[in-house]
T-cell receptor, first 109, second 117 residues
């Protein structure tokens, strides 16, 4: 079983829509959780960390459910510039980071 | 945020040659550096983790004699793909972890696109 699983999409949504991505992880010992954004042929960049209590950054809301071992990312009022691949990343102890395959989002005018 | 550079950004080489990729943390000391490989439309796959001054830890299935990693200083790690073959063609990305305040964030380099003919 993969460490981190994501629906690869693609998600094609109109501008202004709300879209949600989910990610599940297999190891209950996972400690830290992140969403990264990767534009085509570019390196991943941290979008936001995910905290147990949930956290919000502008139009982006991340939530963590440890009992069910899933992480979510909600994007409200989608912009064209949100089009990218969103990577779910899970960290275990030490330096072990595991990446999901990414979810592709295209926001359509 | 912290800056990580990679060099070269793109390399084309003949089969059988060796290619060295450099990863540098420009404004912080990277206690740990990671090397990833990404094939088209796939996610990043961790190849190895290196800590400054010690041997790299390779992921299962990654040949340490083929992918030589050197992390000689807190700002530089190198990946050498030895005797490269066409199947080694990929996007290689390094990341670095470690900042004055510590933390869990990885800062990624811009990647190196390797094409082996």
């Amino acid at each position: 079983r993969k460490e981190v699983e994501q629906d690869p999409g693609p998600f094609n949504v109109p501008e202004g829509a709300t879209v949600a991505f989910n990610c599940t992880y297999s190891n209950s010992a996972s400690q830290s959780f992140f969403w990264y954004r990767q534009d085509c042929r570019k390196e991943p960049k941290l979008l936001m960390s995910v905290y147990s209590s949930g956290n919000e950054d502008g139009r982006f809301t991340a939530q963590l459910n440890r009992a069910s071992q899933y992480i979510s990312l909600l994007i409200r009022d989608s912009k064209l510039s949100d089009s990218a691949t969103y990577l779910c990343v899970v960290k275990r102890g030490g330096n072990q980071f595991y990446f999901g395959t990414g979810t592709s989002l295209t926001v359509i005018p | 945020g912290a800056v990580v550079s990679q060099h070269p950004s793109r390399v084309i080489c003949k089969s059988g040659t060796s290619v060295k990729i450099e990863c540098r943390s420009l404004d912080f000391q990277a206690t740990t550096m990671f090397w990833y490989r990404q094939f088209p439309k796939q996610s990043l796959m961790l190849m190895a983790t290196s800590n400054e001054g010690s041997k790299a830890t390779y992921e299962q299935g990654v040949e340490k004699d083929k992918f030589l990693i050197n992390h000689a200083s807190l700002t530089l790690s190198t990946l050498t793909v030895t005797s490269a073959h066409p199947e080694d063609s990929s996007f290689y990305i390094c990341s670095a972890r470690g900042s004055p305040g510590g933390g869990n964030e990885q800062f990624f380099g811009p990647g190196t696109r390797l094409t082996v003919l």
